[in-house]
């Protein structure tokens, strides 16, 4: 047993259940742990049921882990007598009672915590210090190093750059593992019609427990449960499960329909460890190894598109958001390029719109707290941005509605790469689209009240002509962009009338944007 020589509390967050970080390898009398449900977490969003819930009994599972690997633990629940319902009130009154000599805690994944516990700190009279969360490939600064003196941070030259660093998936020393660094053109298909997916993974964890605390003290939440089955992993081992059957039953087919939708299909090949990896039950570099020792193990099954489709989107796309989050935070909140006011339409929060795209993926996103990464952006993000709605408001959607929603990584994707209020720091180009492309990669229109082919007049689909509203208004600020000059060019050579009805159309959907 190593002795610390101070009698130290030390804070750990919802969010950073890793219990691999090197302050679990010994035990130490002296050092205490906390752990806090608090209203400050509940409700600084609206978050869905599932989120609360989820957080709760992972970090409560996480707290008898370590009960007994026999380190102190105090833990307080959301209704203990002694909880003050914030960490700085909270943290006062264990020192003061233990007296406790110093205080420790992680670097918090999230900005507004981050200088919280920063100020905290300095309001203390005792010994403090904060350590790494041990869980990221990259540290906070990386990207931002990397890109130094740079106008342009492209996520293609980081994920080379972390492919190169971390050796993975790479010969002779810096060469990318046959041949090319991106396999995505095979990748990226529609369903075909009869094709069934493997059903998902799901548990049935009993948590009615934590559902009927957060409902005796009335936490706004959004969202449904089944609270005696919840279906989410909330500890390692179900974790390392749901990786398992994701390697084992999903990998072979994940790039080829990384992009596909269709109803009532959930999560079709997509991993659902976002949650897991976000709240560090699991690690980014486990996932990955793992992966790559499936595809090895199982060449004749397994073809490298698809493993380099999955890889990237750890070792690139997480690591580069949360490096351009930590470059351009608290700025980055406040970006609203196009100067977007409108509201999100009600139906963002019962589903109940007669567009067959966004009822499934919002449905399905109040059913499960999920939906895999093109829903969040080609279908309700795409609606956002063509209906002009303020970026805070559709961050705080974002922010609350899923499952593995937590700032760093929700923000630089919801403000940048969907609605490109960053004007271009995440993406190169807005990304919206008209019927045709959700067509293209979904069976959603099949069945839509609305007319998939129709521009305008009645039961055209919305998508179409907000599409080229969307374009015609923001003209100055995009006709320059090298990747959409083309889109202009077909706008301006469309007839006047053509032009005004499609205009007249969209501002119809825009004025009665409740009852679409
Ligand atoms: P899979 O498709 O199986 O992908 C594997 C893993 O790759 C994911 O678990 C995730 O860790 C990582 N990943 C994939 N794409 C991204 C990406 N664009 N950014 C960061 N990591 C990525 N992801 C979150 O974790 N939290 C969020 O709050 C979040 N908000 C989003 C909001 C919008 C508008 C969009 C367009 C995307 C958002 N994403 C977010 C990214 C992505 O949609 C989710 O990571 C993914 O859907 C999670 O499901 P999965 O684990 O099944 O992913
Ligand atoms: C999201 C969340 C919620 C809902 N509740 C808590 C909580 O009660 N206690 C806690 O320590 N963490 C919670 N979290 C996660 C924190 O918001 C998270 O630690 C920060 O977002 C930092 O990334
Ligand atoms: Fe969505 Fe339009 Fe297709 Fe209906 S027709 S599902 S609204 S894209």
């Not at 008898?64 to 700085?88: R, T």
């Not at 990386?142 to 890109?147: A, Q, S």
């Not at 996103?365 to 939906?371: E, K, P, V």
Request: hydrophobic share 35%; proline share 3%; with cysteine.
């Amino acid at each position: 047993m190593k002795e610390n020589k101070q009698k130290t509390l030390r804070l750990i967050l919802g969010d950073q259940l890793n219990i691999n970080h090197s302050w679990f390898k010994t035990v130490d009398e002296k050092v205490t742990y906390v752990m806090m449900e608090i209203r400050t977490e509940t409700d600084y969003a609206q978050h869905h049921i599932q989120k609360v819930i989820g957080i709760f009994a992972a970090m409560q599972n996480f707290a008898k882990e370590l009960l007994q690997l026999h380190h102190k633990v105090i833990y307080l629940k959301l209704n203990d007598k002694n909880n003050l319902q914030s960490f700085n009130e909270n943290l006062d009154a264990l020192v003061l009672k233990n007296s406790f000599s110093c205080f420790e805690y992680q670097l918090p994944d999230e900005y507004r915590v981050d200088q919280y516990l920063k100020e905290y700190c300095k309001s203390l009279t005792i010994t403090n210090n904060v350590i790494d969360t041990e869980h990221f490939y990259s540290s906070r600064s990386e990207l931002g190093n990397l890109f130094e003196g740079k106008k342009i941070f492209l996520m293609e030259t980081f994920y080379r750059y972390m492919r190169k660093k971390h050796q993975v998936l790479i010969s002779d020393g810096d060469k990318p593992l046959h041949g090319k660094w991106n396999f995505d053109e095979d990748n990226r298909r529609k369903l075909p019609k009869n094709h069934k997916p493997t059903p998902p993974l799901i548990f049935t964890n009993d948590f009615s427990e934590i559902e009927t605390e957060i409902k005796k003290i009335s936490i706004k939440t959004i969202g449904v449960v089944d609270s005696k089955n919840f279906l989410w992993p909330i500890d390692r081992n179900q974790s390392l499960q749901l990786l398992d059957f994701f390697v084992r039953e999903c990998l072979p087919l994940f790039g080829t329909f990384q992009d596909a939708m269709a109803p009532n299909e959930w999560s079709l090949y997509h991993s659902r460890l976002s949650f897991s990896m976000n709240i560090k039950l699991i690690s980014p570099q486990e996932v990955v190894n793992k992966a790559i020792s499936e595809y090895e193990k199982r060449p004749n099954d397994i073809e490298y598109n698809q493993l380099e489709g999955f890889v990237r989107q750890i070792i690139g796309w997480r690591e580069y958001m949360r490096g351009i989050y930590w470059l351009k935070m608290p700025e980055y909140a406040a970006l609203n390029y196009f100067e977007h006011s409108e509201k999100l339409p009600q139906w963002f929060w019962t589903g109940n719109t007669k567009m067959n795209c966004l009822k499934n993926a919002i449905t399905q996103s109040l059913q499960f707290a999920y939906a895999h990464h093109i829903q969040r952006l080609m279908i309700s993000g795409n609606f956002a941005l063509l209906a002009g709605v303020n970026p805070n408001e559709v961050d705080a959607w974002y922010l609350g509605i899923y499952i593995d929603a937590f700032e760093w990584v929700e923000i630089t994707n919801t403000r940048g790469m969907s609605q490109f209020a960053d004007g271009g720091i995440v993406g190169s180009k807005p990304y919206v689209s008209s019927a045709t492309y959700i067509n293209k990669m979904s069976s959603y229109c099949t069945g839509c009240y609305y007319d998939k082919a129709k521009k305008t007049g009645d039961k055209a689909c919305p998508f179409n002509s907000l599409y080229w509203n969307f374009y015609d208004k923001h003209e100055s600020k995009l006709s320059k962009n090298p990747r959409i000059g083309m889109m202009y060019n077909v706008w301006r050579k469309m007839q006047p009338t053509a032009k005004a009805e499609l205009l007249e159309q969209a501002e119809y959907y825009l004025k009665h944007i409740n009852e679409l």
